[in-house]
């Protein structure tokens, strides 16, 4: 019987496994009056751009988590940059966020704004579609 469990498959259209969020804007839900939630693709996106945003030290009781982007940005904008910045993104992402299975990193160069515009396709584990997302890197100081 345990062999005949291992080799079926889930014909659910949706997925098993089902991923949640807090809304980081705080806005209440009108039903419940509580903070709304994100589930599935919106959570994960939000986390992604979370993850990209955060620094080293910046989250309590976990400073490996974050990347040197900020410093980064300071630094000329150059084609050696830009591939430096694409790898950092991957590795951050590869390292800190399991939940998705990137596609392709794409960081463009933006001189006349002082930053750099990053296009990033993942697919969420256990959904077919694939999601674009568009991040904009810029100096905050």
């Known amino acids: 019987m345990s062999r005949y469990d291992a080799t079926t498959t889930n014909e659910s259209k949706r997925s098993a496994k089902i991923y949640r969020d807090l809304d980081l804007d705080f806005q209440a839900n009108v039903a419940t009056k509580d903070i709304q939630t994100l589930t599935d693709v919106e959570a994960v996106k939000r986390s992604v751009r979370n993850l990209i945003n ?4 910046e989250r309590p009781f976990h400073p490996e ?3 040197n982007l900020r410093a980064m940005l300071f630094e000329n904008i150059t084609p050696q940059m830009t591939h430096a910045i694409s790898k950092q993104i991957h590795l951050l992402l590869k390292n800190f966020e399991p939940r998705i299975r990137l596609v392709q990193i794409n960081v ?3 001189p006349e704004r002082n930053g750099y515009r990053a296009s990033i396709s993942f697919f969420v584990v256990n959904t077919p579609e694939r999601v674009e997302m568009e991040s904009f ?3 905050l100081r």
């Not at 955060?54 to 030290?57: A, K, P």
């Open 65 to 67: 988590i974050g990347s």
């Open 108 to 110: 463009q160069p933006s």
């Open 54 to 57: 955060t620094n080293h030290y």
């Open 137 to 139: 890197l810029e100096r």
